[in-house]
């Protein structure tokens, strides 16, 4: 990622050859990888409205209640866990969420494993919101969360 403040002197060379230090079929492992840019003075010391740490606390107790019932009775505890076969019973997708997810899959080559992988975190996505039915925003959101994907191609 380009930092603002100070710019990269790499060659597109050598990026790519950082970057080909990690094997596809270790990053299909990995739920979520984003870059992280750094936080400018200003926004960290925003006083404005905000979630508060608490009420994140709440809803993400509340999806992890919604994980341990919709997987009671089973080995299964919480989404990333799933196999493909609990990811076609439990990962319903909208209309549009499923046209999204099939344009960037061929777009961009996903593996089987890195479409999995989408559908679990787009999973935990609902959940947080309390939705029973993955949506094309959750799909979005779990999307944008594999950004390696996005730049190997």
Not at 5 to 10: F, N, R
Not at 50 to 68: H, N, T, W
Not at 72 to 87: D, E, K
């Amino acid at each position: 990622m380009a930092d603002p403040i100070h710019p990269c002197s790499c060659t597109p060379i050598s990026i790519h050859r950082y970057r080909s230090r990690i094997s596809g079929p270790l990053l299909d492992r990995i739920d979520i990888h984003i870059e992280v840019p750094a936080v400018k003075y200003r926004d960290l010391s925003d006083r404005g409205e905000s979630e508060s740490s608490a009420d994140i606390g709440r809803r993400v107790e509340r999806s992890r209640q919604i994980q341990l019932e919709r997987f009671s009775g089973t080995r299964i505890h919480c989404n990333a866990q799933m196999t493909p076969r609990f990811i076609k019973k439990h990962c319903d997708l909208d209309a549009a969420g499923n046209r999204m997810l099939e344009l960037v899959t061929d777009r961009l080559g996903f593996s089987a494993r890195t479409y999995n992988r989408i559908l679990k975190v787009a999973r935990t996505i609902a959940d947080l919101g309390e939705s029973e039915h993955i949506r094309e925003e959750h799909i979005a959101e779990a999307i944008q969360y594999r950004s390696l994907d996005r730049k190997s191609v």
